[in-house]
């Protein structure tokens, strides 16, 4: 069974422009988080899905971040316009439905922002 | 006072040692608790779930104190390929029934021949 995937893996980008990043859970998991690590810090969580809908979204930022997914599979974390703290290491995780297992996220691998 | 406390460390140990890690968390309602392995520069693996009040695998045992609020890690004999960073993570239930886990910084292992 493949993993949880992100892409890209690294991003470097300006202060002011915009990145997207995408996550692909693990097959037939409805349940779809976004976390991200910042220098120094602990993984924090931003937002969770269930199927193509928020449940909660109460670790954004602010209103630069902006995350989808569309149709309930993959998912996109925009940010726009980026700030240097918005470097970090931005996860990804994903979750069955099944409830015995339904606590256990496993991650993907990660992407790395960089804001210049 | 951070909902999920961790020391640091390093904790450097030799081959064969027995170590402990503890995580205190502040928040009673948390439910269910993670170990998560951390590799450097790569994601958070899980390696074990601790539902009730603890749960072994091999060499690794989780312990679970809810009186106390902490969780415990110990892995005994330990391998070199045991060094990585060791994340708690505590569970709380979100509405529409997903799951909102907060870690905390991780405790470096570092095992030496």
């Known amino acids: 069974e493949a993993g949880v995937t992100q892409f890209p893996s690294h991003s470097v980008i300006e202060k002011g422009q915009t990145v997207t990043l995408r996550c692909d859970p693990i097959s037939g998991h409805d349940n779809l988080y976004w976390y991200r690590r910042v220098m120094g810090k602990e993984i924090k969580f931003l937002l969770h899905f269930v199927k193509e809908s928020k449940q909660d979204e109460s670790g954004m930022p602010n209103n630069r971040f902006l995350a989808e997914r569309t149709g309930g599979t993959y998912s996109t974390l925009k940010v726009q316009p980026a700030e240097l703290e918005d470097s970090g290491v931005y996860f990804c995780?994903?979750?069955?439905?099944?409830?015995?297992?339904?606590?256990?996220?496993?991650f993907g691998p990660g992407t790395r922002l960089t804001v210049t | 006072r951070k909902e999920v406390e961790q020391d640091p460390g390093p904790f450097n140990v030799p081959e064969g040692a027995t170590v402990a890690f503890n995580c205190t968390y502040s928040?009673?309602?948390?439910?269910?608790f993670f170990w998560y392995r951390q590799d450097c520069r790569k994601e958070p693996k899980l390696l074990m779930s601790v539902y009730s009040s603890g749960n072994e695998d091999g060499r690794f045992t989780a312990q679970l104190n809810r009186a106390s609020q902490y969780i415990s890690l110990l892995i005994r004999d330990s391998k070199l390929s045991d060094s990585a960073t060791y994340l708690c993570?505590?569970?709380?239930?979100?509405?529409?029934?997903?799951?909102?886990?907060?870690f905390g910084t991780g405790t470096q292992l570092k095992v030496e021949l």
């Open positions: 928040n009673s309602a948390s439910q269910s």
């Open positions: 993570a505590v569970n709380r239930r979100l509405t529409g029934g997903g799951n909102k886990l907060t």
């Open positions: 995780a994903s979750t069955p439905t099944v409830a015995d297992r339904g606590n256990e996220q496993y």
